[in-house]
């Protein structure tokens, strides 16, 4: 449903098929993360898009029309996936003393808070969170623990600007000197 959300915000006040076809083309050209340009890319070409946008098809009967409400989960893998190529985890690779659950946790709440746009629902973010642990082989247990406990707690840090390592600090994954935590 994201991208039909986003092609009716987009196209808000078109009604000229032609003219929502080049909003929607910026739109899409407008997205710099690879995957998610590339399925912006994908569902704008159907032809049924745009004439369900010019009669102001609302996004949820876009989605069940189209048959995408499925692909919610696709989407965050792919972006998930995405993350993990530009961003890999390598624990033993990382510099100090930190165990390697603490930069696991440290890593996946990173990884969160540069994906975080507006409008995610918490489901949505335990979705992504949860995608990322697919790509962690045998700490793929603890990656899941932590996104199914303290997604509430993570977003609650993230608008609080709290930073990741006095997160996982704060719920036991790291030992932070007394300094840092005053």
């Given at each position: 449903m994201f991208f039909s959300s986003l092609s009716y915000t987009a196209t808000t006040g078109l009604s000229d098929e032609r003219a929502i076809n080049t909003k929607l083309s910026q739109t899409c050209a407008s997205i710099t993360d690879r995957a998610a340009n590339t399925m912006c890319n994908e569902f704008i070409s159907r032809p049924r898009v745009a004439t369900m946008l010019s009669t102001r098809t609302p996004p949820a009967r876009m989605c069940t029309q189209l048959g995408d409400c499925q692909l919610r989960k696709e989407f965050f893998a792919a972006r998930a996936h995405q993350y993990v190529l530009d961003h890999p985890f390598n624990p033993l690779l990382q510099t100090g003393s930190?165990?390697?659950?603490?930069?696991?946790?440290?890593?996946?709440?990173s990884a969160y808070e540069s994906w975080?746009?507006?409008?995610?629902?918490e489901a949505e973010i335990a979705l992504f969170l949860s995608q990322l642990c697919n790509f962690f082989g045998s700490y793929a247990p603890q990656c899941n623990q932590l996104v199914r406990v303290y997604v509430p707690k993570v977003i609650q840090s993230y608008v609080e600007r709290t930073p990741p390592p006095l997160l996982c600090s704060s719920i036991g994954f790291c030992q932070l000197p007394v300094n840092k935590l005053l």
């Open positions: 930190s165990s390697t659950e603490c930069q696991l946790c440290q890593w996946i709440f975080l746009s507006n409008g995610q629902t």
